[in-house]
């Protein structure tokens, strides 16, 4: 009889977004005459730049010519797109060769699929609230995790502590779903920590783009000693709207070897055994997106997102509530006021305010008492949902 993988018993039920649409499908049949306003999803709402639907629609149209059809790819990806993201690392100063780059269909598999190349006898540690796939991922093949906790106090930024112990380190800057974003300091106490216990830290910088402040870093290999310990993952989904395009890339340094053994050199056999790669048009869009023309359309759709960002959280100072995010990230996590829970404060601003987001407490426990609020929305929607929870709050 096929045994199955008991594990994937030990992987809650994700009740977030069901429950989240549940109470939203309600509300609006109660209540016709409102118009809800969704601050709680994290997918882009801005089109593709047209310089990348360009070069999607040449990419298409050589595919139905006999001279210009192309079949399987490597793997890897084609070399014009992996030279444009070494060269895109140039712009921060960090140099990485383009067999370190491995093009993919976005984070989100690579950062499940990269588990594949440690054994399971590994501790993880895991922020905590967290981007719930490093959590899952490792459950289903039943891994000892150790939570980091984040809080008011470090500024949801968890730190190495004497004492902590574990392998394989999962880092997100700007952080899903806290916004909060690591200075040099505090990535350079990761990577340290990590070199002194042969650690890998996984980092995600899939949030990269939304970073304006000079002072902080975009890659960790913009940290010495980084490319000893750290594999990075990055993606297009927010940063260029890629999200039902699909394609992200993951950096591992040809420095990274752990017993004897090539990271990179096991990414490379993972992939090209169990990945056929991302496909030539999807390439070409994002070959698009690294051109300084892209470059420039794409940053016009990040500084609407942040300007939304920063009207969500000029709106929180004003009202006194407590926030890390929203400068440099899309996303604001805020302390729910009037020492309510996640879910007291979701009820309350979707019944009060038809305004919806995302309840703390669905990304860990350290997430109970705050909230997630978006800046994937239209500038007219963050206007008028600031106003109502404004006006709500200042209601006596
Ligand atoms: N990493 C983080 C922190 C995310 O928030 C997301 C998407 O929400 C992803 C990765 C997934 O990215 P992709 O669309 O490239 O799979």
């Given at each position: ?41 994290g997918d882009v709402t801005k089109p593709l730049a047209p310089l990348v639907v360009d070069a999607m629609k040449k990419a298409a149209a050589e595919m139905g010519n006999k001279e ?26 960090v140099s990485i060769d383009s067999d370190e780059v491995f093009v993919s269909d976005g984070a989100k598999s690579d950062v499940a699929n990269l588990t594949d190349i440690f054994a ?16 899952d991922s490792n459950i289903m093949l039943g891994r000892k995790v150790v939570f980091i906790d984040g809080n008011k106090q470090n500024g949801f930024l968890p730190l190495p502590y ?235």
């Open positions: 009889m096929a045994k199955v993988n008991k594990n994937y018993k030990n992987v809650s039920e994700s009740y977030l977004f069901s429950n989240i649409a549940k109470r939203v499908n309600d509300f609006s049949k109660t209540n016709p005459d409102k118009t809800i306003i969704k601050m709680g999803i210009t059809f192309r079949g399987y790819g490597p793997e890897q990806g084609y070399s014009f797109l992996k030279e444009k993201i070494s060269d895109y690392y140039k712009t921060m100063g399971n006898d590994n501790t993880i540690i895991i922020p905590d609230p967290v981007y719930p796939v490093y959590l004497d004492g902590l112990q574990g392998d394989i380190i999962y880092l997100c800057s700007p952080n899903n779903p806290t916004g909060a974003v690591y200075d040099r300091d505090g990535l350079k106490k990761w990577v340290d920590f990590a070199n002194a216990n042969g650690a890998v830290i996984l980092y995600d910088a899939a949030y990269e783009s939304f970073i304006k402040d000079k002072s902080l870093p975009r890659s960790i290999y913009e940290i010495q000693g980084a490319k000893e310990c750290a594999i990075e993952l990055c993606s297009l989904s927010k940063t260029a709207g890629f999200t039902g395009t699909r394609c992200g890339y993951t950096i591992v340094p040809k420095a990274l070897v752990r017993e004897d053994m090539s990271l990179n050199a096991m990414w490379f056999r993972r992939q090209s055994t169990k990945f056929n790669g991302v496909s030539y048009i999807v390439q070409r869009g994002a070959e698009a997106v690294f051109t300084p023309e892209g470059q420039k359309q794409n940053q016009e759709n990040i500084e609407y997102y942040a300007e939304n960002a920063e009207i969500i959280a000029r709106t929180l100072t004003d009202l006194g509530i407590w926030f890390s995010g929203g400068i440099n990230s899309p996303y604001v996590w805020l302390k729910c006021p009037g020492g309510m829970s996640s879910w007291e404060f979701f009820d309350f601003l979707l019944n009060n305010a038809a305004v919806v987001g995302t309840p703390g407490s669905g990304f860990g426990k350290c997430g109970e008492g705050y909230f997630r609020l978006t800046a994937f929305n239209t500038r007219e929607n963050t206007i008028e949902a600031m106003d109502r929870i404004k006006r709500l709050l200042t209601k006596k």
